[in-house]
Structure formats: structure tokens, C-alpha cells
């Protein structure tokens, strides 16, 4: 599955002139307000018009000016799920997603109540909207989308409007959705710890231009192409080994090597990804000794930088790359340069809290 954006627009005093390519999983649309994420979510889901333009989803063309094909709304089998969940308050949750069943054109697809069940709302068939939180509202909107059988789901910053209990809630779901329902996803947003969480592709947006793309620990590794002066890090694919609620810690595995952190309420077997703050990598030349931090991670020094009055040091460390922020005092005192062996020291308390995942979401696979 791929899909291939290639637009121009120019609107007002706003010009846009996007282009990126993106597999499956889940692409993150990411920069700060203003950027033109949301126009391209409406230009891909053909509510709003390029004066250029190409779109192809998995092989079928939905837009090509120059050969004429312009495919309408109704006809582009996308899904989209907004900032506001936007459903029909006097129908039941159960009758709004019956709703999204309507647009599927009799093309097969799961069932509602294996949607029902993928999305946690399975208590929540017979009440009506006011009677619902915002996570339960925006899993019913989430729900909807998928009973029109889409070949692309588009989320337009669906957490923004909710506070951060309702959007720990609900993220499981958008993650279950991305690793099992087989459906590609485009996701709008400006967290870092969002995307850091649910992005296989980034695609950074700047004043309606493309400032970046890549995997998502690529990206987010670069302070420069993160809006608001959020702190670059390291993404690392990890996955659970082992518990220990008397120490408080679980156990992850990874291409970096092994990270205690502080205990996750997931089962063992279950992948994550985890964002490791430069600001919380702690470098020494030598192994060290008699030390508080549980996590050690031997490597070698792959690329320096500096920004201001600090350096920015990338560490090799078994497959993945750390990094580390130091003042350019440490660094030259470190003798550091690329080659150099180091130990990456990070504190299990200091793992970011922010991106670590609540209660597993409950449920099977299901297919789109």
C-alpha cells in the first residue's frame, strides 16, 4: 500500500506545494499550526480543489489535473475522523455506526460488533452521544469511519480537543488500529509525543512546504525540523520482556539493547515505541561503576553537532541511534569524535513519561 501526494494550491496569501510519498502504518503529517497539515488532509480526502495535482491510494488514481481525473468525495472510499467526533446526537452509538455502514456500498468489511469490540465500545451500543466522554466519542467517530470500508483512514488532530486522561484512553486504540486493522493512516497533529508514539513516516510541514521526511526516529532526532523548541530524542522500537512490580520496573528489548523502565501495564510480548529525550542520555568514555542508573548502553560516537551552546552527539548503539545533549564544554572535555567509544547512561525514571502506554486495549484482528 502506498500513497503518493503531489499538490499545489494557492489560497488568499496561502500557498501550498506538497510532495511525499508514504507506505503503510501510520504517516504523521507533523509541524505547527499554520503549516497546511489540514489542507492536505482536505485536499487528499477531495474536499478542497488544487489548481495541481496528483493523488494516487494504493494504485488508484484520485486526482490527476493534467489528465482531467478529479474522483469526488463520495467515490474515494477515505475515512476521516475529525478534531470533533461530529456525530448524530439523537441517533445511539450504535445507530451512528450504523451510519458509516451506508457509505460502504455493500463491499463487505467487519461487522459492527468486531468493530465495536476492536474499539472498546461495545457498553457504550445503546447510549447516545451527550452521555459519552470525549476518548468514548472519538472512538465512535474512529468506528464509524471504518464500517464505510475506507482504503485510507485520515485523522485530522483527533486528541486536540480532549484533556490528557481522555487522550491516554484513547491512544491504545490508534494503536491497535495502526498495527492491526491493515488500513494506512494519515495523522495530523503538532505532539511530538503523539507522533514519537503512533508514526511509522513523518512528513514535516513548514509555510506549506515539505521541511523534512523520514521514519519516525530519523525526524524526531533533529531539533531543527521540531516546531515550539521541543526537545529532540530518540524513538526506539522496544519490546516487552518482563515485569517486576517490586521494583516497579518492566523490562523492554530492543536494537539498542535492553531498558528498564518504570512498570507499564502492558503484556509481555507487546512492541512500543519509546522516546528517549536528548536532555536524559548521560555519556561517559569509560564503563562506569557503582552507579544509580539501572540502563548502561555500550556504543560508539556516529555524529556530532553543535547548536548554540550545546552539542548534540549521535551514539551508535547496536543497531539504533541514541542522543545525547551536552554542553560544548563536556563534549570537548570528553575528547569525543565520531568512532569514539562512549556508555550511554539513561535513568529509568527519566524514560519520557508522556509516551508510555496505559492498559492494552482489548480485542482481536480484524480486517478493513
Same mark, same amino acid.
Not at 481522555?166 to 488500513?183: F, Q, S, W
Not at 522516546?275 to 564503563?287: G, H, I
Not at 551514539?315 to 570537548?332: K, M
Given at each position: ?29 507533523? $509541524? ?13 480526502? %477531495? ?5 495541481? @495535482? ?51 456500498? $455493500?463491499? $463487505? ?34 468506528? &464509524? ?172 548503539? @547496536? ?9 560544548? @564544554? ?9 568512532? &569514539? ?12 513519561? %508522556? ?14
Amino acid at each position: 500500500m502506498t500513497i503518493d501526494v503531489d499538490v499545489t494550491l494557492h489560497r488568499d496569501t496561502f500557498s501550498l506545494e506538497v510532495t511525499f510519498t508514504a507506505g503503510a502504518g501510520l504517516t504523521a503529517l507533523f $509541524g505547527r499550526s499554520g503549516s497546511g497539515k489540514t489542507t492536505v488532509i482536505d485536499l487528499i480526502a %477531495g474536499l478542497a480543489q488544487p489548481q495541481r @495535482g496528483r493523488i494516487v491510494v494504493d494504485g488508484t488514481v484520485l486526482l490527476d489535473t493534467d489528465r482531467g481525473v478529479r474522483v469526488p468525495v463520495h467515490r474515494r472510499r477515505i475515512g476521516c475522523v475529525f478534531q470533533e467526533a461530529r456525530l448524530l446526537p439523537h441517533l445511539s452509538v450504535r445507530q451512528n455506526l450504523r451510519f458509516g455502514r451506508l457509505f460502504s456500498r $455493500g463491499q $463487505g468489511g467487519p461487522s459492527l460488533e468486531a468493530v465495536a469490540e476492536l474499539l472498546g465500545i461495545v457498553a457504550l451500543l445503546e447510549r447516545r452521544p451527550a452521555g459519552l466522554s470525549g476518548g468514548e466519542r472519538q472512538r465512535v467517530a474512529i468506528g &464509524r469511519a471504518l464500517l464505510a470500508r475506507p482504503r485510507l483512514l485520515l485523522m485530522d488532530e483527533p486528541l486536540s480537543a480532549l484533556d490528557e486522561a481522555r487522550k491516554r484512553e484513547i491512544l491504545p486504540y490508534i494503536e491497535r488500529l495502526r498495527d492491526e486493522a491493515g488500513l494506512p493512516i494519515v495523522y495530523v497533529s503538532h505532539s511530538v509525543a503523539e507522533v514519537a508514539r503512533l508514526a511509522s513516516t513523518v512528513v514535516v510541514l513548514e509555510g506549506g512546504r515539505v521541511v523534512g521526511q523520514g521514519s519516525v526516529d530519523a525526524v524526531l532526532r533533529r531539533s531543527d525540523l521540531i516546531p515550539d523548541g521541543a526537545e529532540a530524542g530518540s524513538v526506539l522500537a522496544m519490546t516487552v520482556t518482563a515485569h517486576d512490580p517490586d521494583a516497579g520496573l518492566t523490562r523492554l528489548v530492543g536494537p539498542a539493547g535492553t531498558l528498564d523502565v518504570p512498570l507499564l501495564a502492558l503484556p509481555t510480548g507487546r512492541r512500543l515505541n519509546l522516546r528517549l529525550p536528548a536532555r536524559d542520555v548521560l555519556l561517559a568514555t569509560e564503563a562506569p561503576r557503582s552507579l544509580s542508573a539501572r540502563n548502561v548502553l555500550p556504543g560508539r560516537v556516529a555524529g556530532l553537532r553543535e547548536e548554540g551552546a550545546a552539542c548534540l552527539v549521535e551514539v551508535a548503539c @547496536g543497531e539504533a541511534i541514541l542522543l545525547a545533549r551536552l554542553t560544548r @564544554g563536556s563534549a570537548r572535555d570528553l575528547d569525543l569524535a565520531v568512532g &569514539r567509544s562512549v556508555h550511554a547512561i539513561v535513568k529509568s525514571v527519566a524514560l519520557d513519561a %508522556g509516551l508510555a502506554p496505559g492498559l492494552s486495549a482489548p480485542g482481536g484482528r480484524i480486517e478493513i
